[in-house]
């Protein structure tokens, strides 16, 4: 008998642009998963919550786990929000929380919005904290959302995400891989920021600026490139490493951002390229990436015409992470697979995400 679930899902990213909630029925028929997005909400982060968002990494050990509790007090009074105006019947909540310190090789991720206090501010039962089993086994805790990739979108040849960071899912010799592939919208985002600007729309002032050689090069030229998969990078990366080759450059913001482009482009473009099996190919493009229009126009000239970049509906180019992390808590539910170790290098699959029940 088919098994339909009402999950709301629940994703902030490392672009801190806000919380992404999406109520989905997640249906599992026996053979294959489906899903229906009935109603979903940004909510933006205020520039007092971006700011401790961001500078959440040089919080004190208390410091951090206080705030650990506030962001999930913050998170089950906007899921309780969310739910009672919409009059929603849901199984659970599946929340990401917000990642602050990610080194898994240091056997080290954590997601700051605690379960028990969403669960408790809610009055629903949780299930969260999904990165923490796979670094455990030794993986590397993401990417995640290739699970999603695998049930839900697998008429793609690559399903990429444009996130704060981009990162990359496809099946090569029969198995589901998937990286982070290095930046997009937080270097962005980072040099409309210092500008006073929120982020560039549509890419039209990247659209009007020129190519600094220099940043490209040293961009081009970062370690993390050069290493094999499974990797990840979190925002402690970003700020040590690509913040101080952006601040260093004097240049224009419309010179600095269409740096930017070029670069997440060409990055992107040699990872599809390398690992493509056929001589035409589909690809996937969700994340708030995917609505700057002169980032995809970009890249659908660096790869041609042998390759078609899909960009789907606002709806899901926006709640695509918060749809799959709803499908991970189904998953989670049923005791099945939701992280996949060929994604993340962990010794084996696992069925990860501690439930939470409200008090």
């Known amino acids: ?78 899921a309780g929000i969310f739910i009672g105006e919409n009059e929603l019947a849901i199984d659970c909540i599946a929340s990401h929380g917000h990642t602050t310190h990610h080194q898994p090789e240091k056997g080290l991720t954590f997601q700051i919005g605690s379960g028990q206090h969403l669960a408790n501010a809610s009055g629903c039962k949780v299930v969260c904290d999904f990165r923490t089993n796979d670094v455990a086994l030794g993986g590397q805790g993401a990417p995640l959302v290739p699970i999603g990739d695998q049930l839900f979108f697998n008429a793609y040849d690559f399903c990429l995400n444009l996130g704060g960071i981009s990162n990359i899912s496809f099946v090569k010799n029969g198995q589901r891989l998937a990286f982070d592939i290095g930046l997009a919208n937080m270097v962005l985002n980072h040099i409309t920021r210092k500008n006073n600007l929120d982020y560039d729309e549509g890419g039209k002032l990247a659209q009007s600026g020129q190519v600094n050689v220099s940043m490209l090069d040293q961009l081009n030229s970062l370690e993390f490139y050069s290493l094999p998969h499974p ?99 189904a998953l989670r539910l049923e005791e099945k697979i939701n992280v996949l170790c060929a994604v993340t290098g962990a010794k084996n699959d696992s069925s990860s995400g501690v439930v939470f029940l409200p008090n």
């Open 1 to 78: 008998m088919p098994k339909n679930y009402s999950i709301l899902g629940l994703m902030s990213g490392t672009s801190l642009d806000g919380l992404d909630l999406a109520h989905c029925h997640i249906i599992d028929d026996g053979t294959t998963w489906s899903f229906q997005i009935k109603k979903s909400r940004s909510v933006p982060y205020t520039l007092e919550m971006q700011t401790k968002l961001k500078d959440s990494i040089y919080l004190s050990a208390d410091e951090l786990l206080c705030f650990h509790n506030e962001y999930g007090t913050w998170l089950g009074e906007q």
């Open 231 to 329: 990797k990840s990078i979190g925002y402690e990366w970003f700020v040590k490493k690509v913040v101080p080759i952006v601040d260093k450059t004097a240049d224009s913001m419309e010179n600095l951002l269409c740096t930017g482009v070029h670069h997440i482009v060409q990055q992107i473009a040699f990872q599809i390229e390398e690992n493509s099996s056929r001589s035409k190919n589909k690809v996937l493009v969700t994340g708030g990436g995917a609505l700057n229009d002169f980032l995809i126009s970009t890249l659908s000239n660096a790869l041609g015409p042998t390759t078609e970049v899909v960009v789907p509906s606002k709806q899901l180019i926006e709640f695509k992470e918060a749809l799959v992390f709803a499908l991970m808590g």
